[in-house]
Nanobody, 115 residues
């Protein structure tokens, strides 16, 4: 299983970015998909998750600003990030879970929020 992220970059505070994660298999095979992030000197934290019945979960710090979605036709998971803050700066990694096989991770994409 391969997860390939794209869409990271440098954005000013208040700006928006959309991250994409393309999965090498049908995303119907995965119980849960999502995004985690890790800032320098900090532990990795969950950002947003979506299950195969489209139930979502968000970190408190991103609620109301970030939206996770999935496209089963393209086997892609998206993270729309609005009203970005400097504290959102981190490496964002895509995550996928198959209940019978375990976790899979992408290599990560850098998001930098700075003026």
């Amino acid at each position: 299983v391969q997860l390939v992220e794209s869409g990271g970059g440098l954005v000013e505070p208040g700006g928006s970015l959309r991250l994409s994660c393309t999965v090498s298999e049908s995303i119907w095979k995965f119980y849960r998909l999502g995004w985690y992030r890790q800032a320098p000197g900090k532990e990795r934290e969950m950002v947003a998750l979506i299950t195969n019945n489209d139930s979502t979960d968000y970190a408190e710090s991103v609620k109301g600003r970030f939206t996770i979605s999935r496209d089963t036709a393209d086997n892609t998971v998206y993270l729309q990030m609005n009203s970005l803050k400097p504290e959102d700066t981190a490496v964002y990694s895509c995550y996928a879970l198959k209940l019978e096989y375990g976790h899979y991770w992408g290599q990560g994409t850098q998001v930098t929020v700075s003026s």
